[in-house]
């Protein structure tokens, strides 16, 4: 008995997973899995982003005032108050990875949720099978990458490829020759250099000071400069997002933030410029650090093709800034892509589209 | 453009001569031919209508300027122009009808078109025309001329600026028929040769795609040996 019950599992494996005959049955995906927000695009031409974010109803009474039992994306903004909210993702990795108890679990689960909406706005018909491949920060652990590939799973996505973000981006631009790509996200900054081949460890620096500190630095300074005044983290990302700027413009930064529960207007220019300019000496340092590195007959070459992308390229006078710190090792070239928040996502989808069926077969089986 | 330069007595100034063989190559495949009898024709049409328009601004009898309406409305066809008027004046201008205005041809454009008199006795007391006036209807003439000359000018600016533009696309359009050619070559060429069908690049993505699916095949194993006791569970949701 026991060894028919053998027998039959991989029979029954098989007809959970058939083979693909051609690529029209597969839904090809790219995601960027990123800590504040993520973008998925797909092989049908759909293209969403939403907030990494994943929010449970306090109670029944906000369960039947959302009428759901779980929300997931922008939507948990808007209703945080009646909601248990949960970020699945902190510094660039799955945050359950370094959670413990029941913070763990809701934590993981919250990282299913997220990839289930994701995989559910890639709007895959009945019978196509998603095969995605998943952007992670350029130094995720393996753990992480693991982590990934299970809560894929669990949020039935068949087949599964994580590959490191800065690559996907490189992927989408063509640019997988003497290039160093920068991601700037929410939890993490990575920078990878590309020297035609997978990159590897010596290949990557991930900087932990990213969207999330300029928020947290912008928080602290607005507070030493107006005590009085009251903010969330939400009200301060906004803001950053709306004003950042790194040069002398004749815009100022005016943001009516309240005082004693009154709407009181305050100019908060100065506190986001000095905010966002303490990302750049560490990226120099990144950059730094992967062209000396380098083969030095090539190292002219990646300094003048340095890419910039993620949310944290928007920030204006960013290009200059960078530029005027490459000049202190010879001079290069920075770029800002045309589409900072699609350009991971959308290179994802080019590998997974590149990706031979034969691979997607083997990965799934 | 590369036209002929021999001088030709007959040709009007600034014109060029081109061999038909350059212009059917430069796609012109139908031409217009205007006589020089039809442009002299015209030319003396433009003077008449400037004439019949700054006729009302000149200081002349109103017996020489219904003479002068009457010949440009000749050169017009527009015999009835002004009919009642022309009917009121009839008798008066027909007592002047033998000192006409004649307005010269068009081909020695280098001097100056002038509506020019025949010669007429000064002391003659029957004629309509005297010193004034004479002086006036050349000073006249002189600026219709100018005008028209100006006006020609400016149609052949813009004729030759058509062509130069003309010109300029055929180039491009050859060029870029050349390189359709190029390409069209080339692809044959690999048609025929199967073991260059791959460019270094494609080689290099194909080799980044195999690294990356071993890569995750690696993992992939990693995570299957380490998840085994983890069962998902989906119940408790929001705890």
């Known amino acids: 008995m026991a060894a028919k019950k053998q027998a039959q599992i991989p029979e029954a494996r098989d007809v959970a997973t058939p083979m693909i005959e051609d690529k029209v049955g597969i839904l090809h995906v790219g995601i960027d899995l990123g800590t504040s927000r993520s973008a998925i695009a797909s092989s049908n031409g ?35 108050l009646a909601l248990n909210c949960c970020f699945p993702l902190k510094d660039g990795n799955l945050a359950f990875t370094k959670l413990k108890g029941d913070q763990r679990k809701v934590s993981r689960r919250a990282g299913v949720r997220l990839l289930a909406a994701l995989r559910k706005a890639a709007r895959a018909q009945r019978g196509q099978a998603v095969c995605a491949v998943i952007g992670a920060p350029a130094e995720a652990t393996r753990e992480n990458k693991e982590a990934i590939i299970d809560l894929a799973r669990e949020a039935r996505i068949d087949g599964v490829m994580v590959v490191s973000e800065p690559f996907a981006v490189a992927y989408a631009l063509d640019a997988l020759e003497n290039a160093i790509v920068i991601d700037i996200g929410a939890g993490t900054i990575d920078l990878c250099r590309m020297a035609g081949s997978l990159p590897c460890e010596e290949d990557q620096v991930t900087l932990f000071q990213a969207g999330d500190y300029v928020d947290q630095r912008l928080g602290e300074l607005i507070h030493e400069a107006h005590p009085e005044i009251q903010f969330t983290s939400n009200m301060i990302k906004l803001a950053k997002e709306r004003f950042s700027s790194m040069v002398d413009t004749q815009k100022r930064a005016i943001v009516s933030f309240p005082a004693q529960g009154r709407p009181t207007k305050i100019d908060i220019t100065d506190q986001i410029r000095t905010a966002v300019t303490e990302l750049v000496p560490s990226m120099i340092a990144g950059i730094q650090k992967l062209v000396s590195t380098f083969d030095p007959e090539f190292q002219h070459k990646i300094r003048d093709k340095v890419i910039v992308s993620g949310g944290g390229s928007q920030v204006f006078g960013l290009q200059d800034a960078l530029e005027s710190g490459l000049d202190e090792l010879g001079g290069g070239r920075v770029t800002i892509v045309d589409d900072p928040v699609f350009t991971g996502a959308q290179g994802a989808l080019k590998l997974a589209q590149d990706m031979p069926l034969e691979y997607w077969n083997q990965i799934r089986s | 453009m590369n036209p002929q330069q021999q001088p030709d ?67 017009l066809g527009k015999e009835q122009i002004d009919a009642p008027q022309e009917q009121q004046l009839a008798p008066v201008a027909e007592i002047h009808v033998s000192s006409p205005l004649v307005i010269p041809s068009v081909s020695n454009s280098s001097a100056d078109v002038s509506i020019g008199a025949p010669e007429v006795d000064e002391n003659d007391s029957g004629s309509p025309l005297g010193k004034r006036e004479k002086a006036l209807l050349l000073q006249l003439s002189r600026l219709i001329a100018q005008d028209w000359r100006s006006e020609l000018a400016l ?27 190029q390409v069209l070559e080339t692809n044959a060429k690999s048609r025929q040769e199967p073991a260059e069908i791959t460019i270094p690049f494609d080689n290099k993505k194909s080799e980044l795609l195999d690294q990356l699916f071993q890569a995750n095949v690696a993992l992939r194993a990693l995570s299957q040996g380490q998840s085994q006791g983890i069962s998902p569970s989906r119940d408790g949701e929001g705890k």
């Not at chain 2, 052949?156 to 060029?175: K, P």
């Open chain 2, 155 to 181: 149609v052949r600016d813009s004729q030759r600026d058509q062509v130069e533009r003309l010109e300029m696309r055929i180039q491009e359009l050859t060029m870029a028929l050349q390189a359709t050619d």
């Open chain 2, 9 to 75: 007595p007959m040709a009007f100034p600034g014109s060029s001569i081109h061999p038909m063989e350059e212009l059917q190559k430069k796609g012109i495949r139908k031409l217009r031919i205007i006589s020089e009898s039809q442009l002299k024709q015209t030319a003396r049409e433009a003077v008449a209508h400037a004439l019949l328009e700054a006729l009302e601004g000149l200081d002349v009898p109103d017996v020489v300027r219904q003479e002068l309406r009457i010949r440009a409305a000749k050169i």
């Open chain 1, 46 to 80: 759909t293209r969403e982003v939403m907030a990494s974010l994943v929010g449970w109803p306090k109670d029944s009474v906000s369960a039947k005032v959302l009428g759901r039992t779980v929300v997931v994306g922008d939507r948990v903004h808007e209703n945080r």
